[in-house]
């Protein structure tokens, strides 16, 4: 079983800047892509940025030219830099991991496993 820990959240000003970092960690065979999820109350989970282990990054529009997503593979170690935060990023943050068995894109097997979450709140 993987097991994703996340840290990083906290309360901060609107504008302020904060860094989530997520280390997985088990039994881990290929790993895919490593990215963040968010959730608002009332809210459905939504992505907010992906990496692939090839380099490639996705952002959710809201979020492009705020934040910056980064990993290190050595470690499997993801990390979400935010800047110039709004009201309308806070959420609790989720890591996620996807896997994918027997290649990228004719892959027969996927796995997917999620962090605990990390409350983040953007409020003066």
């Known amino acids: 079983q993987v097991q994703l820990v996340e840290s990083g959240g906290g309360l901060v000003q609107p504008g302020g800047s904060l860094r989530l970092s997520c280390t997985a960690a088990g039994s881990i065979f290929s790993i895919y892509s490593m990215g963040w999820y968010r959730q608002a109350p009332e809210n459905q989970r939504e992505l907010v940025a992906t990496?692939?282990?090839?380099?490639?990054?996705n952002y959710a529009d809201s979020v492009k030219g705020r934040f910056t997503i980064s990993r290190a593979n050595a470690n499997n170690t993801v990390y979400l830099e935010m800047n110039s935060l709004s009201p309308e990023d806070t959420a609790v943050y989720y890591c996620?991991?996807?896997?994918?068995?027997?290649?990228?894109?004719?892959?027969?097997?996927?796995?997917?496993?999620w962090g605990r979450g990390t409350q983040v709140t953007v409020s003066l």
């Open positions: 996620h991991l996807e896997e994918r068995l027997g290649g990228t894109y004719y892959y027969t097997d996927t796995r997917e496993f």
């Open positions: 990496t692939t282990t090839g380099g490639n990054k």
